[in-house]
Nanobody, 124 residues
Framework: QVQLVESGGGSVQSGGSLRLSCTAS????????IGWFRQAPGKERDRVSV??????????HYLDSVKGRFTISRDKAKNLVYLQMENLPPADPAVYYC???????????????WGQGTPVTVSS
């Protein structure tokens, strides 16, 4: 059974940083495209990934609004994918999810699996 688990969310002040982690059981994350998605309370989960990383060529994708501030990376030995978020602006609370897919589609192996999410709040 495939299970993804996110961690690292929390509350930070504007300009602060957080590092989200995504780990998995049942699969090796390095074999799949990994995407991070965001969902605000009361809204549907964003259809476009905040960030993604490919599994075969290391290609990455970032939403324009986070380019230069977010970095996605893998720790193959620990079966982890990180999303380092820097200089976070004040924003509505959101839950960040990792998934074994990316939108837009990037090259790599896909699997329709999602974690339960980790909440992020940035206060002004």
């Amino acid at each position: 059974q495939v299970q993804l688990v996110e961690s690292g969310g929390g509350s930070v002040q504007s300009g602060g940083s957080l590092r989200l982690s995504c780990t998995a059981s049942g699969i090796v994350l390095d074999n799949y495209v990994i995407g991070w998605f965001r969902q605000a309370p009361g809204k549907e989960r964003d259809r476009v990934s905040v960030s993604c990383i490919g599994n075969s060529d290391g290609i990455t994708h970032y939403l324009d609004s986070v380019k230069g501030r977010f970095t996605i990376s893998r720790d193959k030995a620990k079966n982890l994918v990180y999303l380092q978020m820097e200089n976070l602006p004040p924003a509505d609370p959101a839950v960040y999810y990792c998934a074994t897919l990316c939108r837009p589609v990037i090259n790599g192996q896909y699997l329709d699996a999602w974690g339960q999410g980790t909440p992020v709040t940035v206060s002004s």
